[in-house]
């Protein structure tokens, strides 16, 4: 059985002083005698004592707790996590993490629960389910600090951190386009994820730019599952003219094409080209390698944990900030054609 935590009575009780002696001496207030601080603080550290961190805040309302909600924990998001802790840390704070799971359901449960549990605010990357955010207005409705990050919402307000997902688009298929590429495929989300319809604007626009037709059978919505778009990749090479480039809006996507053209006996470049997007470190380890456009995902989890300590330390009439990163292409043997 799970013994008992001690607790300041029992500091007192054990050195026959005052519960209240033994609350400001550990606080270092000035007011206690040097000599029976020292024992006080001596004794705690000998039974291990840990102060009861909840019951604090809810003294001080003020836990130093940020909430930290993502679709999962993939390389991306676990990177920006890694940023978020690092500046948190900095700053004094410390992070508790949950995932949605892509699930509308449980963001929905697991923002309810973090809010529960104390944090002063929440850090949220969207789940691609979400349609509704009302949960999230009742948190900001609190007036507890909000952050999103890397996914938007048509209309939803708050400070964001986000991706020029266009511009990586346009520059990773007029990359393709440079290459040579005339037949460029877009492997997509589902059509309701605002990411998605940033980065196919983004891919219609380097097309419209250099003079070539877009063509609705080029342009592919399914799940950023790798075993989805191995499917939709078969389909593509059912076409009467496939593809001779993909563009992946994400790694895994462009791992899945990657798959079904290498089974069906095709070369990459030679015979379709490929870039993703997320510069996942399998990218390089693969042979031939893929190109990918890079997200600075660390320096925006950053961005989001600065953004949101901001808020929670500002005055009245705090005004909501955006901040925008630009990616930037890397380029590997899947996409250069031309040597």
């Not at 705690?44 to 840990?50: A, G, H, R, V």
């Not at 809810?58 to 993502?70: A, T």
């Not at 994820?193 to 097309?207: C, M, P, Q, V």
Request: aromatic share 6%.
């Amino acid at each position: 059985m799970r013994s008992k935590l001690p607790t300041i009575k029992d500091i007192a009780k054990e050195l026959n002083v005052s519960v209240s002696t033994v609350s400001r001496a550990l606080r270092g207030m000035p007011e206690i005698n040097e000599e029976t601080r020292k024992r006080i603080v001596k004794y705690s550290e000998e039974i291990d004592y840990q102060p009861n961190m909840v019951a604090t805040s809810l003294v001080k309302r003020n836990s130093h707790l940020i909430g930290v909600l993502v679709p999962n924990m993939d390389y991306f998001f676990a990177t920006a996590v890694k940023g978020i802790d690092e500046a948190a840390m900095e700053a004094g704070y410390t992070v508790v993490i949950s995932q949605s799971n892509e699930s509308y359901g449980r963001e929905v449960a697991n923002t309810q629960r973090l809010m529960n549990s104390q944090v002063e605010g929440l850090i949220v990357s969207l789940s691609r389910e979400t349609q509704n955010v009302e949960h999230f207005k009742r948190v900001q409705r609190k007036q507890s600090p909000l952050v999103f990050f890397d996914r938007d919402f048509p209309g939803l307000e708050g400070s964001k951190v986000l991706l020029n997902n266009e511009l990586g688009a346009e520059t990773a298929v007029s990359h393709l386009i440079d290459q040579g590429c005339r037949r460029i495929a877009y492997l997509g989300g589902q059509a309701n994820l605002a990411i998605s319809n940033s980065r196919e604007k983004g891919y219609t626009e380097a097309l419209k730019k250099a003079g070539l037709e877009i063509k609705s059978e080029y342009i592919i919505h399914g799940e950023f599952e790798k075993e989805s778009a191995y499917n939709n990749m078969l389909d593509l090479l059912q076409l009467a003219e496939p593809p001779d480039a993909i563009f992946a809006m994400g790694d895994r996507m462009a791992l899945g094409a990657y798959k079904a053209i290498k089974e069906k006996g095709l070369r990459i470049p030679e015979d379709i080209a490929i870039v993703g997007f997320n510069d996942e470190p399998i990218m390089s380890m693969v042979s031939p390698s893929i190109s990918s456009v890079a997200q600075p995902a660390f320096e925006m989890g950053k961005m989001a944990a600065r953004l949101f300590i901001e808020q929670l330390n500002s005055q009245e009439g705090y005004k909501n900030r955006l901040e925008t990163f630009v990616p930037h292409l890397m380029i590997r043997e899947s996409s250069m054609k031309i040597k």
